[in-house]
């Protein structure tokens, strides 16, 4: 854009008359401070501190821009089949990297599941992956970990918070799930993560026992 402002000082020769170069000027200077608004927004979002005086649109923008996280999470599957029950530890790391460990119950505890880009990676071979994958389909899919909620509410247009008692609450719908997030006002952290089945008859419970954002 500087290059073809640069061009339009000389047509033929003559310089064009200070009107237009003051426009010239304005324009420019004028996109050189959205662009600043715009990296000063992002990077106070990252860099936020949670206190009285944090508006309930500081803590959103926070969440959304949560670039790295561990937790630990308890989760409860309902389906017209059964209700299972487990504690699971993750991990995050923007852009692409995440892992997810079974804690609980004791006869899945310790498969991992490591993701790196679109590659998954499952260790543990001393159980049954056909057994895991059967009674917890859902250990296995990342829409249990938070930087996909945030990546869903961020591309769906529809998607809305709102103020509730102490607490903020996100909703977004994609893929055929719902998706509530809740979180406290007071620390701006996760409480619980609510994921609906709205065509499959199923509902995952996530509470977050520990979560603690690392930047």
């Known amino acids: 854009m500087i290059v073809n402002c640069i061009h339009y000082f000389f047509v033929g020769g003559k310089v064009l008359k200070k009107k237009s170069i003051a ?3 304005s324009v420019l200077i004028l996109i050189g401070i959205i662009i600043f608004f715009m990296f000063f927004h992002t990077n106070t979002a990252k860099n936020l501190k949670i206190g009285n005086n944090t508006s309930s649109q500081e803590i959103v923008d ?16 309902e389906s017209n089949k059964n209700k299972n029950q487990y504690i699971l530890k993750q991990k995050y790391e923007s ?4 892992e997810q460990e079974i804690l609980e119950p004791s006869n899945v ?7 790196m880009g679109n590659q998954l990676k499952i260790e543990n071979t001393k159980l049954s992956l056909s057994t895991i994958f059967e009674n917890y389909q859902h250990v296995s899919d ?16 529809k998607a809305t ?11 977004t719908r994609q893929e055929k799930e ?30 977050y026992n520990e979560v603690n954002i690392l930047k």
């Open 142 to 157: 990342n829409s249990l970990d938070l930087y996909y909620f945030i990546e869903n509410y961020k591309s769906d247009q």
């Open 178 to 207: 719902e998706k509530t997030l809740w979180i406290d006002k007071s620390n701006g952290k996760p409480i619980k993560l609510e994921i609906k089945g709205t065509n499959k008859n199923y509902t995952v419970y996530i509470l």
């Open 109 to 115: 505890a310790g498969v991992k599941m490591s993701r």
């Open 95 to 98: 852009p692409d990297k995440s």
């Open 161 to 171: 918070w709102k103020e509730e008692n102490d607490q903020i609450v996100m909703k």
């Open 62 to 77: 926070y969440i959304l821009n949560i670039s790295s996280y561990e937790a630990i999470v308890k989760v409860e599957v």
């Open 23 to 25: 426009i010239i000027l």
